[in-house]
């Protein structure tokens, strides 16, 4: 996915990348009142490796129990229907595969129809799904989104990434950036990075004026 935005984005708009289909549609989040900050928890935590490689199986394992090619295909009315042929982690990884799935759609109308407050929920519920169901989150991550959450003009936050460290995506409105950085800064535990972003074009061909 970073390698896709990183080549197809396009100013004033998200991206929804369909990974099935290899397509994507852009979407417009053109509206300069509101900015997405990116807060990097500067933290790392190291992993034996057998994190993400466990989580693909645990999925494939439900995909198949459930007579699927992939999690995509899948309802929650399907998962919840083979529950009891499903151990409680394989369960929970699924639940949380599929919801999202189901999230990314809503959350792409949220932004088609400016209701950043619904965009703001759905991030939260992501973020909590992958904390408590993919459990690829951290107490850094946890905390960040939480105090973040406490600042009047934040719709919403979660964790960004593979995980286990990293950073948080928040989207804030412009005018409550700055009074959201300082009360991260004096909640977080740690020492946090911020970057206030704004969607923009992708990577391109660059004309260089050898004059200079």
Not at 67 to 80: F, H, I, M, N, Q
Request: charge should be neutral; aromatic fraction near 6%; hydrophobic fraction near 35%.
């Amino acid at each position: 996915m970073d390698q896709f935005i990183a080549v197809m984005g396009q100013k004033g708009h998200a991206l929804l990348i369909d990974c099935r289909s290899v397509e994507s549609r852009l979407v417009p989040l053109q509206d300069p009142n509101v900015v997405v900050l990116v807060t990097n928890s500067n933290v790392r935590h190291e992993l034996t490796g057998s994190e993400y490689p466990t989580r693909r199986k645990q999925c494939e394992a439900a995909a198949t129990a459930m007579g699927k090619k992939s999690l995509r295909e899948a309802t929650v009315a399907d998962l919840k229907a083979h529950s009891s042929s499903l151990d409680k982690e394989v369960y929970c990884r699924a639940r949380h595969v599929i919801s999202e799935i189901q999230r990314t759609e809503e959350a792409t109308a949220a932004l088609e129809n400016g209701n950043y407050a619904q965009f703001g929920k759905l991030m939260l519920e992501s973020h909590n799904s992958l904390r408590d169901d993919y459990e690829v989150s951290c107490p850094e991550l946890d905390q960040l989104v939480e105090v973040a959450m406490e600042v009047e003009g934040v719709y919403g936050s979660r964790m960004t990434g593979g995980g286990f460290g990293g950073c948080t995506v928040t989207l804030v409105k412009a005018e409550a950036v700055g009074k959201a950085i300082e009360h991260m800064k004096n909640k977080y535990s740690g020492k946090a990075t911020f970057y206030v972003c704004s969607p923009s074009d992708g990577a391109r061909p660059l004309k260089i004026n050898k004059d200079i």
